[in-house]
């Protein structure tokens, strides 16, 4: 099993949808989370941490399975500025004082006129 | 935006001759990293520093090497480049705080080795 991985996609989906994308990662010391939004050929950007009682930035939602191990990030009212890849990143501290980050490939959205 | 920079941000060489790239960065983080982003792969840990001349081995080190003199400046250099190592590079950098860790990227280089 991978350590992070992520529906590919392409998910196609219309103005206004509402979409949902999964993580899941094999680490179950997996302590912090985040969610990355990357625009073709641009650097990777950080879209929003992912806490365990989930967090909301308008129309994004990020929630955290520690049972499951996954982690989700829900995109309401979708617009055509969402489309992008979107990457999940999970961090585990692997001891010494050192973490090790492990990155997702990335879903790919892109929201339709 | 997070203040950091790439330099060159696209370069084609050659297969043998060395290349070194440069992460720039003005945010004082701690951290610096240096990933590849190659398709179907995703972004790839090469090496990541965690202080001036502090740097340890990621996922896919053979082949390249890295120095950081000071704190703003991280360097990855391919001693002799081969095809493989085609790919866009990314810096990225962070200040751990508690159990967070975000990382800010630069705007990559494009490298083609021919």
């Known amino acids: 099993r991978k350590e992070v991985e992520q529906d590919p996609g392409p998910f196609n989906v219309p103005e206004g949808a509402t979409v949902a994308f999964n993580c899941t990662y094999s680490?179950?010391?997996?302590?912090?989370f985040f969610w990355y939004r990357q625009d073709c050929r641009k650097e990777p950007k950080l879209l929003m941490s992912?806490?365990?009682s989930g967090n909301e930035d308008g129309r994004f939602t990020a929630q955290l399975n520690r049972a499951s191990q996954y982690i989700s990030l829900l995109i309401r009212d979708s617009k055509l500025s969402d489309s992008a890849t979107y990457l999940c990143?999970?961090?585990?501290?692997?001891?010494?004082?050192?973490?090790?980050?492990?990155f997702g490939k990335g879903t790919k959205l892109s929201v339709i006129p | 935006d997070a203040g950091i920079t790439q330099s060159p941000r696209h370069k084609v060489t050659e297969t043998g001759t060395p290349v070194t790239l440069r992460c720039h960065q003005t945010?004082?983080?701690?951290?610096m990293y240096w990933y590849r982003q190659d398709p179907g792969h995703g972004l790839r840990l090469i090496h990541y520093?965690?202080?001036?001349?502090?740097?340890d081995k990621g996922e896919v080190s053979d082949g390249y090497s890295v120095s950081r003199s000071k704190t703003e400046d991280f360097l990855l250099t391919l001693e002799s480049a081969t095809s493989s190592q085609t790919s866009v590079y990314f810096c990225?950098?962070?200040?751990?705080?508690?159990?967070?860790?975000?990382?800010?990227f630069g705007p990559g280089t494009r490298l083609t080795v021919t």
């Open positions: 520093s965690y202080g001036v001349k502090d740097t």
């Open positions: 992912v806490y365990s």
């Open positions: 990225a950098i962070s200040e751990p705080a508690g159990a967070s860790y975000e990382q800010y």
């Open positions: 990143v999970v961090i585990a501290y692997s001891g010494a004082g050192s973490y090790q980050l492990t």
């Open positions: 680490n179950s010391a997996s302590q912090s």
């Open positions: 945010e004082n983080h701690r951290y």
